[in-house]
């Protein structure tokens, strides 16, 4: 079943796939009169599965299994240290797509932003496709925000101090 993709990471030499858990049957696609995003199911127990692949060949350079997450905007991506550095804003499930349907944000609901800063550390060589590397989020800071923005002109794909975006 495909994921639900919306953005990807990037750094020099890598693009960083993200698989979240939210899941669709295409054949829901094609026969479902639901709204195309009620049509993904979260199956947390797929957990996460983030794909490296290296711009210069087109091949897989890594592949990690992460806990089930969910995130709309990838922040950045960058080499460090034999890794691919993820940063990205995580929640713990896709709940939030029903926080922003439209009914919802009409009715005068305050959205609950629960996106939290999250790390992802991919070690680049020994993982395989077959035998995914076991990684786990590393969270880097409690405040909770989302459309994140980093320097992009002068940091992306490469290390970054600030992140800032929208919040309460």
């Known amino acids: 079943e495909p994921a639900y ?14 698989e979240f858990p939210l899941r669709v ?5 094609a026969l479902s009169s639901e709204p195309f995003i009620r049509r993904y199911r979260w199956q947390p ?24 997450c969910f995130a709309f905007h990838h922040i950045n991506a960058f080499e460090e ?3 691919i550095v993820l940063d990205l ?11 922003l349907r439209l009914a919802r ?13 999250t790390r992802f550390r991919v ?7 077959d035998q995914p590397t076991t990684i786990d ?9 989302e459309l994140p923005r980093i320097d992009y002109e002068r940091r992306a794909g490469r290390k970054h101090r600030l992140v800032w975006g929208t919040g309460q």
Do not use: W
């Not at 944000?105 to 800063?117: E, I, M, T, Y």
């Not at 989020?137 to 925000?145: K, Q, S, T, V, W």
């Open 25 to 29: 049957n295409p054949l829901r696609l």
């Open 105 to 117: 944000l009409r009715s005068g609901h305050a959205v609950k932003p629960v996106g939290q800063l």
């Open 81 to 83: 240290d034999g890794n």
């Open 137 to 145: 989020p590393m969270r880097l800071g409690a405040i909770e925000f």
């Open 123 to 129: 070690p680049l060589g020994g993982s395989t496709v």
């Open 5 to 18: 993709m919306h953005s990807f990471g990037m750094s020099e030499y890598y693009l960083v796939l993200m």
């Open 45 to 68: 127990e797929r957990g996460t599965v983030i794909t490296v692949i290296d711009k210069r060949s087109g091949g897989i350079a890594a592949r990690a299994q992460a806990p089930p």
């Open 89 to 99: 804003l995580c929640y713990r499930d896709a709940g939030i797509i029903e926080e």
